[in-house]
């Protein structure tokens, strides 16, 4: 079955560079959820996208932006890029609210 | 407090032990619950959700304490194969408010 497919899987920026990350969701499934995971963190949730809108916000810096598109993928933009944005970054989808979320296996951002 | 918490460990067990993790919530209208597993520099992958009426699957059970406001997780007969760190997930509040626990680290030892 097709999963959460995330691009790209490493990404090495400098500081102050602007990195994107891409995310496509299971087919079907209708909300997107961006987070963050620090070395030896939980997963700190940053955005959530029901729909093609914006759902819920958490934890994200205003140096990052991210959207849904028609086609249901999603990408994350960050710019100004600092050290401590050096992380995991997953994307998750689910069908509707409250029910199981799934997790792409992650784009390791890395800032030099 | 923490919306979610939990113990983060490490819970060393020896392979055969039985082992419970907790994990409270603050959020009384908490919805769903969820408990992930996630091995090293990996993602975080279902292992069941969590029901009122409790839910068992093979060496697996999850129950649900509405009224603590805590879910629970026990492994029975551990294996080597179940080192990994356990995460709570808890959806509450808004529409797609999702709430992960800081995870607890088990380490399943010969």
């Known amino acids: 079955a097709a999963g959460v497919i995330q691009s790209p899987r490493h990404l090495i920026k400098e500081k102050r560079e602007t990195a994107t990350l891409k995310c496509y969701p299971i087919?079907?499934?209708?909300?997107v959820y961006w987070y963050q995971q620090g070395p030896g963190q939980d997963p700190q949730f940053l955005i959530s996208?029901?729909?093609?809108?914006?759902?819920d916000k958490g934890s994200i810096p205003d140096r990052f932006s991210a959207q849904q598109f028609s086609d249901y993928h999603s990408e994350l933009n960050m710019s100004s890029l600092e050290l401590g944005d050096s992380a995991l970054y997953f994307c998750?989808?689910?069908f509707g609210s409250g029910n199981t979320i799934y997790f792409g296996e992650g784009s390791w951002l890395t800032v030099v | 407090r923490k919306e979610v918490e939990q113990d983060p460990g490490p819970f060393n067990v020896p392979e055969g032990a039985t082992v419970a993790f907790n994990c409270t919530y603050s959020?009384?209208?908490?919805?769903?619950f969820f408990w992930y597993r996630q091995d090293c520099r990996k993602e975080p992958k279902l292992l069941m959700s969590?029901?009122?009426s409790g839910n068992e699957d093979g060496r697996f059970t999850a129950q649900l304490n509405r009224a603590s406001q805590y879910i629970s997780l026990l492994i029975r007969d551990s294996k080597l194969s179940d080192s990994a760190t356990y995460l709570c997930?808890?959806?509450?509040?808004?529409?797609?408010?999702?709430?992960f626990g800081i995870g607890t680290k088990l380490q399943v030892i010969p």
């Open positions: 959020n009384s209208a908490s919805q769903s």
């Open positions: 969590v029901y009122s």
């Open positions: 997930v808890v959806f509450s509040g808004g529409y797609q408010k999702v709430t």
């Open positions: 998750a989808s689910s």
């Open positions: 087919p079907r499934h209708d909300t």
């Open positions: 996208f029901y729909e093609k809108m914006q759902s």
